[in-house]
């Protein structure tokens, strides 16, 4: 069963930073693509960034040039890496891997970006 744990959420003021993490298990991590997505209040779940299996990036062009995604195959993490943070950044962050036939889901963890 994949499970995957995010930490590294917090307030932040506009122009701040902030590292997201996900830890995976009960899966061949180093085999699959991925993704972050996050959730603001009243609004749909989007794609953030993802990093396939040989690291290959791509991201949404709103957080373009400010967050950077990586990988730890070994330790089985992703990351987020998140600067120049802006208000409407405000959203739950999840973590999501995608196996073939199931997408599975992190309980997600709040960043808010406030002055």
């Known amino acids: 069963q994949v499970q995957l744990v995010e930490s590294g959420g917090g307030l932040v003021q506009p122009g701040g930073s902030l590292r997201l993490s996900c830890a995976a298990s009960g899966i061949d991590f180093s085999m699959y693509t991925m993704d972050w997505y996050r959730q603001a209040p009243g609004k749909q779940r989007e794609f953030v960034a993802s990093?396939?299996?040989?690291?290959?990036?791509n991201y949404a062009d709103s957080v373009k040039g400010r967050f950077t995604i990586s990988r730890d195959n070994a330790k089985k993490m992703v990351y987020l890496q998140m600067n120049s943070l802006k208000p409407e950044d405000t959203a739950v962050y999840y973590c999501?891997?995608?196996?073939?036939?199931?997408?599975?889901w992190g309980q997600g963890t709040q960043v808010t970006v406030s002055s």
């Open positions: 990093i396939s299996r040989i690291s290959f990036t």
């Open positions: 999501s891997i995608f196996n073939g036939l199931k997408r599975s």
